[in-house]
């Protein structure tokens, strides 16, 4: 499926925005103008995306602020980001974080619902897809997920 990849940020933001109201939390959209339409497995890249910002929403307290991002990088990829300003990830916990049901400490994340799959999963799809996620966190200060999607010759058109 050919997507335009601002609209399926902002339908991200949608599928969450009672969620955001409740949480007090604003998301913004930054999106770098005439990016090419890409070409993805829409509802696996919708999975990643669900999960990183109900992760920034879950793993931020009330009065958050969350940034979606997308940007076409040197090596001609797609580069999407998911930022927060929340708790954020201990150093020590930070080399496990993309295993399968890794949680970074029982007690904070006892009451928050979850499996710990999510980010596992979420390497799984951008793997498949011939990309590349990773984690960048500082404790008490926030968490910055990056996912890249690259553009196969011949395959992307510009809008
Ligand atoms: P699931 O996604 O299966 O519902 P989960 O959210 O706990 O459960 P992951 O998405 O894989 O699992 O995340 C793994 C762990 O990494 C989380 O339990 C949490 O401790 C930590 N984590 C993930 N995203 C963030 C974030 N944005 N801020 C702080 N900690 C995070
Ligand atoms: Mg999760």
């Keep these: 499926e050919w997507i335009t990849v601002s609209d399926m940020l902002e339908e991200v933001a949608d599928r969450f925005a009672f969620q955001l109201l409740q949480r007090n939390t604003e ?20 999975q990643v995306l669900d999960n990183l910002v109900s992760n920034a929403i879950k793993y931020t307290g009330d009065s958050g602020r969350i940034e979606l991002g997308a940007r076409k990088n040197a ?22 974080i993309f295993e399968r049901f890794y949680r970074v400490d029982k007690a904070r994340s006892r009451n928050m619902g ?46």
């Design 27 to 46: 998301i913004f959209i930054v999106v770098e103008q005439e990016l090419p339409t890409i070409l993805i497995d829409r509802d696996k890249i919708d």
């Design 114 to 159: 979850g499996t710990g799959l999510g980010l596992s999963i979420a390497q799984e799809i951008i793997r498949a897809h011939g990309g590349d996620i990773l984690l960048e966190s500082e404790y008490n200060i926030g968490t910055r997920v990056t996912f890249t999607i690259p553009y196969l010759a011949g395959e992307s058109e510009e809008i």
């Design 75 to 96: 090596q001609n990829e797609l580069e999407i980001f998911v930022q927060d300003n929340g708790i954020g990830i201990p150093q020590k916990d930070l080399s496990r």
